[in-house]
Nanobody, 117 residues
Framework: QVQFVESGGGLVQPGGSLRLSCVSS????????MRWYRQAPGKERELVAH????????NYGDSVKGRFTISRDNAKSTVYLQMNSLKPEDTGVYYC??????????WGQGTQVTVSS
């Protein structure tokens, strides 16, 4: 059974930092690119960051470029999202997911990030 378990969220002041983690299981983690998504209240889920199988290439949504960094540890089946210079508009539930054009997985529970003073 494929599972994604996100953690590391919390309440942080604007300008602060958080590091999210996502432990994956039930599939060959190193064989798939991984992604972080987020969903703000009342909005659709959006793609935040993407990383290739060995981490050689990363891509980011325009709203987080230069502030967020995605990375992965294939030995631990874990993908990370380092978030710096956080803004109130970064508030939302963050999810990780493997990327595949042929497979649809269930979402994990996500981790809540709240940026507020």
């Amino acid at each position: 059974q494929v599972q994604f378990v996100e953690s590391g969220g919390g309440l942080v002041q604007p300008g602060g930092s958080l590091r999210l983690s996502c432990v994956s299981s039930g599939f060959s983690f190193s064989s798939y690119p991984m992604r972080w998504y987020r969903q703000a209240p009342g909005k659709e889920r959006e793609l935040v960051a993407h990383i290739t199988t060995i981490g050689g290439i990363t891509n980011y949504g325009d709203s987080v470029k230069g502030r967020f960094t995605i990375s992965r540890d294939n030995a631990k089946s874990t993908v990370y999202l380092q978030m710096n210079s956080l803004k109130p508009e970064d508030t939302g539930v963050y999810y990780c997911m493997r990327y595949s054009a042929y497979i649809t997985d269930n979402w994990g529970q996500g981790t809540q990030v709240t940026v507020s003073s």
